[in-house]
Nanobody, 125 residues
Framework: QVQLVESGGGLVQAGGSLRLSCAASGRTFSSNAMGWFRQAPGKEREFVAALNWSGGNTYYADSVKGRFTISRGNAKNTVYLQMNSLKPEDTAVYYC??????????????????WGQGTQVTVSS
């Protein structure tokens, strides 16, 4: 079992920044990657970014590339999502999840094993 807890969400004006954190506990050694997804009202959960533990490679959705940065903490139990130049369309509940599949990471939410409870990000125009 893996437990994930997201934090750092809030209300920010367009152009502002937020830093999300995802703290993992439990059997974290079994995962290959950590991903961030988001879900806006009435929409499906979509991929935002992922970080592969072994190589440290990072991956981003085109919509956030150049604005968001995923990084790891010193221990293999914390992942951050630095979000800059936020836009109203970034408004969503943001979730972190663990991936333990055969590839370095995945952009498909159903391939992730565990999820946190989510943290709300609201960007006002």
């Amino acid at each position: 079992q893996v437990q994930l807890v997201e934090s750092g969400g809030g209300l920010v004006q367009a152009g502002g920044s937020l830093r999300l954190s995802c703290a993992a506990s439990g059997r974290t050694f079994s995962s290959n990657a950590m991903g961030w997804f988001r879900q806006a009202p009435g929409k499906e959960r979509e991929f935002v970014a992922a970080l592969n533990w072994s190589g440290g490679n990072t991956y981003y959705a085109d919509s956030v590339k150049g604005r968001f940065t995923i990084s790891r903490g010193n221990a293999k139990n914390t992942v951050y999502l630095q979000m800059n130049s936020l836009k109203p369309e970034d408004t969503a509940v943001y979730y972190c999840g663990t991936y333990s599949g055969d590839y370095g990471y995945s952009r498909k939410q159903y391939e992730y094993d565990y999820w946190g409870q989510g943290t709300q990000v609201t960007v006002s125009s």
